[in-house]
């Protein structure tokens, strides 16, 4: 008798084991699916290591609070700055309200030498000519000049991407722009043989 009440109360341990596990699944799945739609937000710090060990980029919001309007979420430039470990600190652009404030959708390393920034500009206004995300590619050198790190834009690589937008035209018709990943961009970086 004594084995069979055993066995129920660590059957009943079990049970409750598996519902704590059941929860915790379930937060988790939760709290991952918030942080998934709060993906629309530019990255804060990204690890440059690829390109300079003990590197970041940080990208960081410039507000321009509206003077009469403090219930609103004021628009804002994206700076952007590449600090590392050593002391380096090197802003070296900053994206600009343009209709609405910038967005760094997609960043990516090429060659150990490039830095590639996509940033987006969303418009869903219907007096706009388009509704949908405006898109722009900057392309960075980087390089050491006498010694120091340097940052400069490459506009002989940046004018391989055309900016342009992904969504609809005032008419309806579809407008879908090439370069709006990693991916794309890679293509075309590695169709045009940029070393």
């Known amino acids: 008798m004594q084995a069979g009440m055993g066995f129920g109360v660590n059957r009943g341990e079990w049970m409750v084991k598996k519902l704590i596990v059941a929860a915790a699944s379930t937060i988790g799945i939760i709290f991952s699916s918030t942080l998934v739609m ?3 937000e530019s990255p804060d710090k990204i690890s ?3 390109v300079e060990n003990g590197c970041d980029l940080i990208f960081s919001k410039e507000l ?3 003077p009469n309007d403090p219930l609103s979420a004021p628009p804002y430039d994206v700076a952007a700055q590449w600090i590392c470990r050593d002391g380096q600190d090197i802003s070296f652009d900053k994206y600009a309200i ?3 404030s910038p967005t760094v959708a997609t960043v990516l390393f090429w060659r150990r030498r490039y830095i590639v920034v996509l940033v987006k500009w969303t418009t869903n206004s219907s007096a706009a000519d388009y509704v949908g ?3 722009e590619v900057f392309v960075y050198r980087h390089q050491q000049v006498n010694g120091a790190a340097s ?3 490459d506009d002989a690589v940046t004018k391989l991407f055309s900016p342009g937008w992904d969504g609809y035209a005032k008419s309806g018709e579809k407008i879908t722009y090439p ?3 990693a991916a794309s961009i890679r ?3 590695k169709a045009n043989n940029v070393r």
Do not use: C, E, T, W
């Open 98 to 100: 343009n209709g609405s």
């Open 64 to 66: 321009h609070p509206l």
């Open 38 to 40: 709060a993906g629309n």
């Open 151 to 153: 940052i400069a834009k």
């Open 133 to 135: 995300d405006y898109y």
């Open 187 to 189: 293509k075309l970086l």
């Open 48 to 50: 440059a290591n690829s």
């Open 179 to 181: 370069y709006k990943d």
